[in-house]
């Protein structure tokens, strides 16, 4: 089971290092010495990079650490698929079904249209709030 520990969309605010995270939790003990292998679906490299990865003293959880960067994108439905963890006796995890785990929305709005107003300035226009 994945779930992001900070909001579920991504977004300039989001913005610096170590802002974002991913909690894998499993249902059993598993090998502290082998760290699982996340995979972003679609690849979000342009705004997150991984920073580090721990095992919580539990020995259930996993935490995945991500810088993020201002990409300028606009990405739904992000998955994140979770392979190649072991138990503590080392069995292999089954395979877990991603699911949509977060969004990104660093997409800068641009303007479409300016207006102006009468679009000449004349002698009959000057006055307060023409």
């Known amino acids: 089971m994945c779930s992001s520990d900070l909001p579920t969309t ?3 605010s989001t913005v610096g290092s170590g802002t974002f995270t991913v909690t894998v939790v499993f249902s059993e003990d598993m090998d502290t010495s082998v760290s ?3 995979t972003f679906d679609p690849s979000v490299s342009t705004t997150l990079t991984f920073v580090s990865g721990s095992w919580n003293s539990t020995t259930k959880t996993y935490t995945a650490t ?3 960067a201002d990409a300028d994108v606009d990405v739904n439905s992000v998955t994140i698929d979770v392979t190649g963890a072991k138990d503590a006796n080392g069995n292999a995890q089954q395979d877990y079904t991603p699911v949509s785990e977060f969004d990104i929305d660093t997409l800068n709005p641009t303007v479409t249209s300016v207006t102006a ?4 300035i004349k ?3 000057v006055g307060s709030g023409t």
Do not use: C, M, N, Q
């Not at 107003?117 to 000449?120: A, D, E, Q, V």
């Open 10 to 12: 991504i977004k300039d």
């Open 36 to 38: 699982p292998t996340l």
């Open 66 to 68: 991500y810088d993020v």
């Open 117 to 120: 107003s009468p679009t000449t």
């Open 123 to 125: 002698d009959s226009t």
